[in-house]
């Protein structure tokens, strides 16, 4: 637990599943205040809602595509009605698609691009206007992956969008570094998550997954929720610009583990 965290006001973006649900949680045992936002499963939104409540948080649910600027004022919009403020803001939603880079679609190409980077210039630009609205040192958390730094064939994509969040990061976090707003990234690895529930579900593509981990397992949400509790809050206060791989060591060239090359 983390004690300045007590009463902050978050926005977490793509909080009906997966990371962003175990996100969502955790700002519920900080006793933080939440919005979650969902595209189109309110369902997983309103248990993610109520998973925070029974922690000692609070939290209301606004469906929002990320994609679009009038979304991400709504999400502003419902921190503000309801909490009265805006600490935190996660650009956590995201999506990928899978095909050879000749013979994707130009429609395919934009989705990705829209959610995962377009969605978190989006995000940081209205959390940022209101920070320095109200000379507030606010703290934006973008949810990158280890695809920022590791190529991923047939998903050009999601590792062209994730590399541009990495930069994006960096840039905004020099821009307004001296009113002091941080910004940070997390790259997290094999997470289980409904992102990856196809593929974990088959034994083959499973293990080889685990194979290219040095820790030799898939990770948490849970385990990607700390390290956002930790950058949100001021244990982490000299902290920006960075990105927290959360990975059990993917990215630590794993091809090279017993010495080979
Ligand atoms: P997930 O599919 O379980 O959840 C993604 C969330 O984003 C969902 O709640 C979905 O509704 C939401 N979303 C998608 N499009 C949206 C839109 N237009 N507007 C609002 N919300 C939208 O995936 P996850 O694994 O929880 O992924 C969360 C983030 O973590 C993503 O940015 C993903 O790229 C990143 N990530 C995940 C992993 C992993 O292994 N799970 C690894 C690296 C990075």
């Given at each position: 637990?983390?004690?300045?965290?007590?009463?902050?006001?978050?926005?977490?973006?793509?909080?009906?599943?997966?990371?962003?649900?175990?996100?969502?949680?955790?700002?519920?045992?900080?006793?933080?205040?939440?919005?979650?936002n969902?595209?189109?499963?309110?369902?997983?939104?309103?248990?993610?809602?109520?998973?925070?409540?029974?922690?000692?948080?609070?939290?209301?649910?606004v469906?929002a595509?990320?994609?679009?600027?009038?979304g991400?004022?709504a999400l502003?919009?419902?921190?503000?009605?309801?909490?009265?403020?805006?600490?935190?803001?996660?650009?956590?939603?995201?999506?990928?698609?899978?095909?050879?880079?000749?013979?994707?679609?130009?429609?395919?190409?934009?989705?990705?691009?829209?959610?995962?980077?377009?969605?978190?210039?989006?995000?940081?630009?209205?959390?940022?206007?209101?920070?320095?609205?109200?000379?507030?040192?606010?703290?934006?958390?973008?949810?990158?992956?280890?695809?920022?730094?590791?190529?991923?064939?047939?998903?050009?994509?999601?590792?062209?969008?994730?590399?541009?969040?990495?930069?994006?990061?960096?840039?905004?976090?020099?821009?307004?570094?001296?009113?002091?707003?941080?910004?940070?990234?997390?790259?997290?690895?094999?997470?289980?998550?409904?992102?990856?529930?196809?593929?974990?579900?088959?034994?083959?593509?499973?293990?080889?997954?685990?194979?290219?981990?040095?820790?030799?397992?898939?990770?948490?949400?849970?385990?990607?929720?700390?390290?956002?509790?930790?950058?949100?809050?001021?244990?982490?206060?000299?902290?920006?610009?960075?990105?927290?791989?959360?990975?059990?060591?993917?990215?630590?060239?794993?091809?090279?583990?017993?010495?080979?090359?």
């Amino acid at each position: 637990m983390y004690e300045d965290l007590n009463k902050k006001v978050a926005v977490i973006t793509g909080g009906s599943k997966g990371i962003g649900t175990a996100i969502s949680k955790r700002f519920g045992q900080e006793h933080m205040s939440v919005v979650i936002n969902y595209n189109s499963d309110a369902e997983g939104a309103q248990v993610a809602a109520d998973e925070v409540e029974q922690n000692g948080g609070k939290a209301v649910i606004v469906q929002a595509n990320v994609a679009t600027e009038e979304g991400n004022a709504a999400l502003l919009k419902a921190a503000l009605d309801n909490f009265g403020d805006l600490d935190i803001w996660v650009n956590n939603a995201g999506m990928e698609t899978k095909s050879p880079t000749h013979e994707l679609s130009l429609d395919d190409w934009n989705r990705v691009i829209a959610i995962d980077q377009t969605g978190v210039f989006l995000g940081s630009k209205t959390a940022l206007n209101y920070f320095k609205e109200q000379g507030k040192p606010g703290n934006i958390i973008n949810m990158s992956s280890v695809h920022e730094q590791i190529p991923w064939p047939t998903f050009s994509s999601y590792a062209a969008a994730k590399g541009g969040v990495k930069m994006f990061t960096k840039t905004i976090a020099m821009e307004y570094a001296k009113e002091g707003i941080r910004v940070n990234a997390i790259g997290p690895g094999a997470i289980n998550t409904p992102i990856n529930a196809k593929k974990f579900a088959d034994k083959e593509q499973y293990d080889q997954t685990v194979s290219m981990v040095p820790m030799n397992r898939i990770g948490k949400p849970e385990e990607v929720a700390a390290g956002a509790a930790w950058l949100a809050s001021s244990e982490s206060s000299y902290v920006t610009g960075v990105t927290l791989f959360i990975d059990g060591g993917m990215t630590l060239y794993p091809a090279f583990m017993n010495g080979q090359g």
